[in-house]
């Protein structure tokens, strides 16, 4: 979980598994979807889809706060320049930036390197640890692909 800044106000956010459900019985869409082809977008345009960020930004903080008002309500409550300069900022500290490092933290967490630090803190370096099929005492196991 993480807080950004948000119209003013510091916003929890947080993207976990359960975001997925959340998204899709909110909208009837997929996030990893929706999110891909927005980071898709903005990679080559250097801007962002205002829905499809809306959609994304509510939900995580949806699942950070279940209190959260349902996205209508919550659009609506919003200042008319909530969103300026949203589309335009194209760095990491931004809006989308930090929304887009907080997905990627949670749902592509060994692409960005904490495979290894699990590794080495001995939480799920071994296939045994992953669910993968090691017979007890196979001191080889995590050379076999």
């Known amino acids: 979980m993480r807080e950004i800044d948000f119209v003013g106000k510091k916003l929890k956010i947080k993207s976990a598994p359960w975001s997925l459900v959340v998204y899709e019985d909110q909208f009837g869409r997929d996030l990893s979807m929706d999110f891909q082809t927005t980071s898709v977008a903005f990679a080559k345009t250097g801007r962002v889809d205002m829905a499809t960020f809306t959609r994304i930004l509510w939900c995580l903080a949806r699942t950070a706060d279940p209190n959260l ?22 760095s990491d500290d931004g809006l989308w930036g ?8 949670a749902f592509f967490r060994s ?5 290894k630090a699990r590794k080495k803190r001995g939480q799920g370096g071994s296939k045994a640890s992953r669910g993968g099929d090691v017979v007890a005492g196979d001191e080889h196991a995590d050379e076999r692909p």
Do not use: F, T
Not at 72 to 90: F, H, I, K, N
Not at 111 to 115: C, M, N, Q, T
């Open 98 to 105: 930090q929304v887009n490092l907080d997905y990627m933290q």
């Open 69 to 90: 008002p349902d996205y209508r309500a919550w659009m609506e409550s919003l200042p008319d320049d909530a969103l300026d300069g949203v589309a335009l900022d194209q």
């Open 111 to 115: 692409a960005l390197g904490a495979g």
